[in-house]
């Protein structure tokens, strides 16, 4: 059974710095894209970044570069967030997401953006930055 869990979520202030994690289960990394996506009060739902389970690449919007850090561990079974330098309108609810690789075509952010290149979700967990 696949799963995703996700945790780290808190109560932060501006400018302040928090790790995120994503448990997997159920399935080997080797041949899925895994996502984190936020999704703020009232506003629909946003890519944030995504590493690849082959061979580790990574993928960031250009609005999320150069505050996140996606990375996974050394067992392949756990995907973090590093968040750096908060700001409040990075309050959401943080999502991670598996997808299986799709099309020879396709690259990393066709799966981050397209919205349909995850097939698995976990249930969030929020990020609150406020002071």
């Known amino acids: 059974q696949v799963q995703l869990v996700e945790s780290g979520g808190g109560l932060v202030q501006p400018g302040d710095s928090l790790r995120l994690s994503c448990a997997v289960s159920?399935?080997?990394?080797?041949?899925?894209?895994i996502g984190w996506f936020r999704q703020a009060l009232g506003k629909g739902r946003e890519g944030v970044s995504c590493?690849?389970?082959?061979?580790?690449?990574?993928y960031y919007p250009d609005s999320m570069k150069g505050r996140f850090i996606i990375s996974r561990d050394n067992a392949e079974t756990t995907v973090y967030l590093q968040m750096n330098s908060l700001k409040p309108e990075d309050t959401a609810v943080y999502l991670c997401?598996?997808?299986?690789?799709?099309?020879?075509?396709?690259?990393?952010?066709?799966?981050?953006?397209?919205?349909?290149?995850?097939?698995?979700w976990g249930k969030g967990t929020l990020v609150t930055v406020s002071s």
């Open positions: 997401a598996a997808g299986r690789k799709k099309f020879a075509n396709w690259y990393l952010r066709d799966y981050l953006l397209s919205g349909y290149g995850m097939d698995y």
């Open positions: 590493i690849s389970g082959s061979d580790n690449s990574t």
């Open positions: 159920g399935f080997t990394l080797d041949n899925y894209v």
